[in-house]
């Protein structure tokens, strides 16, 4: 049985992950996916931009257009992925409201389908979430068939208009199969069932993207849901160190001891292996180092800031020098659900 706990999220059912690119928007996605089927979930973690990012993360082949389990989660949970393909997608939407698979089959040969999901990209993203919607819906012996949906979201800059399909289709459809579809997806994607969680840095671009985000989000009634702040690096010195290293004051005196008792500086005042260098050049390059370090982290409390002023619940993950491997994986989703994410 699914363990209980204390969640921020105890309602939602889909979880749409969202950020600007290069802010790790697919690694919090399968984080977080993973987070939510520990305790013997099923989760659905699906992918709408076709670029196969989570076969990657999770070291399997490239997922078809068909549901196949990619982890099992401590606890005995199952993470399942989905890589929704338009046309696909499409094809599965004429079968099922036209009844039209075979003549869709043609049209996918002659190059129609790739030609309308282009030409309307509302039509498209009705495609999209319209699969998000009906796996969060789906049952199976009266249950439903998952616990959880995640989505791999686009970035943040399209990620109002792709979850506001009804205003997307509105010049389109008015009525008819595609409206009702919209009509839907707009049920669950607007109601308390979904959240949309925002990945950020703390740079000034990602930032001010996720404040825009939210924004626009708000302005299209859609849910807003937490900002989880990626790659956080640890400051290397105290605050008040940081403060003197801002200003070039560290202890000159006290980083050459320090050298010196680590073998880094010899007796003769040089650096080790490197006797043509003098140990105070060593000391000022190092003063200089902290003094960029503390100024990126004075940089990074002021991005803190700004983050605070969306009001949202706010979750860190470290910054992995090492990369991000399975086994990462796993340890971003226990810090999701340390932080009460999931």
């Known amino acids: 049985m699914p363990t ?24 919090v996605a399968a984080a977080l996916a993973l987070a939510l089927a520990t305790g013997g979930r099923r989760v659905l973690l699906l992918e709408v931009e076709g670029r196969q990012g989570l076969a990657q993360l999770f070291d399997v082949p490239p ?10 989660a401590p606890g005995g949970g199952e993470v399942f992925g989905l890589a929704i393909d338009p046309e696909e997608a499409l094809l599965e939407y004429l079968e099922m409201f036209y009844n039209l698979r075979r003549a869709g089959s043609a ?40 616990d959880a949906v995640v989505m791999d979201a686009p970035p943040t800059g399209r990620i109002a208009r792709f979850l506001n399909v009804n205003t997307e289709v509105a010049g389109l459809a008015r009525t008819g199969p595609i409206r009702s579809q919209a009509d ?19 740079e000034e671009m990602p930032v001010q993207e996720t404040a825009d ?33 801002r200003k070039r004051q560290l202890d000159a005196e006290t980083i050459t001891h320090d050298l010196a008792k680590a073998g880094v500086l010899t007796g003769a005042g040089t650096l080790a292996g490197r006797p043509h260098i003098p140990a105070a050049e060593v000391v000022a390059a190092l003063v200089e180092e902290g003094a960029d370090h503390a ?15 969306l009001e949202r619940p706010t979750y860190e993950l470290p910054f992995l020098p090492e990369g991000v491997d399975l086994g990462a994986l796993y340890d971003l989703a226990e810090r999701l659900r340390t932080q009460d994410m999931a």
């Open 63 to 72: 997922l078809p257009y068909e549901e196949r389990r990619l982890a099992v």
């Open 107 to 146: 049209l996918k040969r002659m190059g129609a389908i790739d030609f309308a999901t282009t030409i309307a990209p509302g039509v498209r993203d009705v495609l999209l979430t319209g699969k998000a919607k009906e796996a969060v819906r789906r049952k199976r012996d009266g249950a439903h068939s998952y």
């Open 4 to 27: 209980e706990r204390a969640a921020d999220w105890p309602h939602v059912r889909l979880h749409v992950v969202t950020g600007k690119g290069g802010t790790g928007k697919t690694t």
């Open 213 to 245: 985000g939210v924004r626009e989000l708000r302005a299209a009634g859609l849910p807003v849901g937490g900002v989880v702040v990626n790659q956080v690096r640890a400051p290397l010195l105290s605050p008040a160190a940081q403060g003197r290293a």
């Open 184 to 202: 839907a997806v707009m049920e669950v994607i607007g109601s308390r069932l979904t959240a949309v969680h925002l990945v950020t840095l703390l």
């Open 295 to 309: 100024e990126r982290v004075a940089l990074e409390q002021s991005q803190r800031d700004d983050i605070a002023l």
